[in-house]
């Protein structure tokens, strides 16, 4: 149960804050790591609505004394955890959530492949076949509210999900640390890199993409010439037809990627097509090896430790079998920490948004809407309403439009309402706390063993992508799935949030990347350009101004 404190954060004055009595006794934390920045109206209902909802679905599955609040302030994504025990049953309550994590981690492949991935596709046909262009306003309205309840159900089954894959990964991480007193917080994780199948096969088909159009030479000229040309431009070029072709089979396949963070608002590849062309000609100017190699290696130094792990237990069979099962499981489930990311958070956002545009398309001919963008600057029961009695929001969204361009100035608190009830507690998902970062180097955790040294690229949106070039440093406030190209052509990786579980941190050592997670503000301290170095054996990242030119990885 929530406990009262003695005194409340002051926000600063430029981001009011408006509370109800309940909520105004709890500890709200920012979400920077999945919302780094401020939502339109929609796209914060997505979120405090239905990706909440999700939260609280496990919870309430289980029956466990705990319960996530969710709340918008000015953009930003805030969150409480309620407590729905007494102090004196702490330790109890930890066990039976820990307890809970176990059982689904045992049994969620099979919960994956026979309830989620059915659930999704039957979800996603009703999405992409409902008939919003031809029913009456009314019954638009009901396949809205439709929508909403397909999104707030997928979302109970995300976490699920990954409450089983992370836990996977914890079990075989506390397990070898236990025996390997001085192993740092990744080297657990080195058991099962390179596994991840969806994040593979993105780059591997990106790899193929790219020699289809290298062995078209109209179309790699044209591509490498043109920083910002179209698929209908390269249509006209000599095998662009062929080109073409082959870049729709790569959309229809992953083209549900594309958005930068968990933002509705975001579009995808499919949406704009000319973001993959952009990743495809950095690979044509500079040519990168096969992926596949790269996996095969990472995967090898994965085998080669378990082997390691297992001749130092083979006088222990208790200890070793228990290693066994943790990194059989781990193997197993693990992946799914990101493969649940592609198949939910990134197909479920596409999904969601091309249908949110079509109903936008509707009100917008009915004379509601005067852009196709508008609906993202409405709340969801302002849409329910205006289709059920329609009326011109063109003077709310407009409103809507100018607090979100000022919510985007501000620089939100990192904690609202009141103070933070224990000291933070670091976690291998969550960032490391009481890091002390100067203007010469920058601590953090050390998710992928390696060093780098390149110039620094911030990249804040995702129109901030296309400036990333081979052997850059990519520094980022964390990362998801659609980040993949970048991860297949950066030397290193910095992050602002996160520890050794981020999807950063998982990402990066799928490829390779040698990666400094976790260090809090590496976007503000690190300027564009800036040459760097990354240490991820050590956690930390030096700035190196006047040093070499040409960026190295060893």
């Known amino acids: 149960m929530t406990q009262p404190q003695s005194e409340t954060i002051s926000p600063p004055e430029n981001f009011p804050v408006t509370w109800d009595a309940a909520d105004a006794q709890r500890s709200w934390e920012r979400d920077a790591m999945h919302f780094p920045h401020a939502l339109t109206p929609l796209a914060g209902d997505y979120v405090g609505d239905a990706i909440v909802s999700g939260f609280n679905y496990r919870l309430e599955r289980h029956q466990l004394p705990l319960r996530i609040h969710g709340r918008i302030v000015n953009g930003y994504v805030y969150l409480s955890d309620e407590m729905l025990f007494a102090p004196a049953e702490r330790e109890q309550a930890m066990q039976l959530m820990q307890q809970a994590r176990r059982t689904q ?24 076949e409902t008939p919003n262009e031809s029913c009456s306003l009314m019954e638009l309205a009901e396949q809205w509210d439709q929508l909403w309840q397909h999104i707030r159900h997928i979302y109970g089954l995300h976490f699920m999900c990954n409450s089983g894959s992370y836990t996977a990964l914890n079990q075989l991480a506390d397990l070898y640390e236990s025996f390997t007193p001085d ?15 969806e994040l593979q096969q993105v780059q591997s088909d990106l790899h193929q993409l790219t020699m289809q159009a290298r062995a078209l030479p109209a ?18 070029v000599e095998g662009g037809a062929q080109f073409v072709d082959a870049l729709q089979t790569f959309l229809n396949k992953h083209g549900h990627l594309g958005q930068a963070f968990e933002d509705v608002y975001e579009p995808s590849w499919a949406d704009e097509p000319a973001r993959v062309i952009v990743e495809v000609r950095k690979r044509l100017l500079h040519r990168s090896a096969d992926p596949a190699a790269l996996r095969q290696r990472l995967i090898a130094e994965g085998d080669a430790l378990a082997a390691q792990t297992r001749a130092r237990l083979q006088d222990q069979p208790e200890l070793l079998q228990k290693f066994e099962e943790a990194l059989a499981l781990a193997r197993d489930v693990g992946p799914l920490t990101e493969d649940h990311n592609y198949w939910i958070d990134r197909m479920l956002h596409a999904h969601a948004r091309r249908f949110m545009l079509s109903v936008s398309k509707r009100m917008s001919a009915e004379g509601m809407l005067a852009a196709a963008d508008d609906i993202f600057f409405l709340h969801r029961s302002e ?9 011109d929001l063109r003077a709310l969204i407009s409103a809507h439009r100018s607090d979100h361009a000022r919510w985007q100035t501000l620089q939100p608190p990192a904690w609202l309402g009141q103070p933070p009830r224990n000291e933070p507690v670091s976690n291998r998902f969550a960032n490391p706390v009481n890091l002390e970062n100067t203007a010469e180097l920058l601590r953090g955790v050390g998710a992928c063993k390696g060093v780098a040294r390149g110039p620094a690229r911030v990249v804040l949106t995702l129109n901030d992508f296309a400036k990333v070039q081979p052997n850059d440093i990519l520094v980022c406030p964390a990362s998801n799935p659609t980040w993949i190209p970048l991860f297949g052509i950066i030397a290193g990786l910095v992050t602002d949030t996160g520890g050794v579980l981020s999807h950063a941190a998982v990402v990066s050592r799928e490829f390779g990347v040698p990666s400094v997670v976790g260090t809090g503000n590496a976007t503000q301290l690190i300027r564009d350009g800036q040459l760097i170095e990354v240490d991820g054996s050590a956690g930390m990242v030096r700035m190196l101004e006047g040093e070499a030119k040409t960026a190295d990885r060893r």
């Open 105 to 128: 981690a045992s049994v969620l492949r099979a919960y994956w492949d026979h309830k989620v991935m059915p659930t999704l596709q039957s979800a996603y046909q009703w999405m992409r």
């Open 183 to 197: 192993a740092k917080p990744s080297d657990a994780l080195v058991l099962v890199q390179g596994l991840d199948r």
């Open 219 to 236: 179309v790699a000229a044209h591509i490498g010439d043109h920083r910002d040309t179209t698929m209908d431009d390269v249509r006209r």
């Open 383 to 391: 849409v329910a309403e205006a289709l059920r009695a329609p009326r």
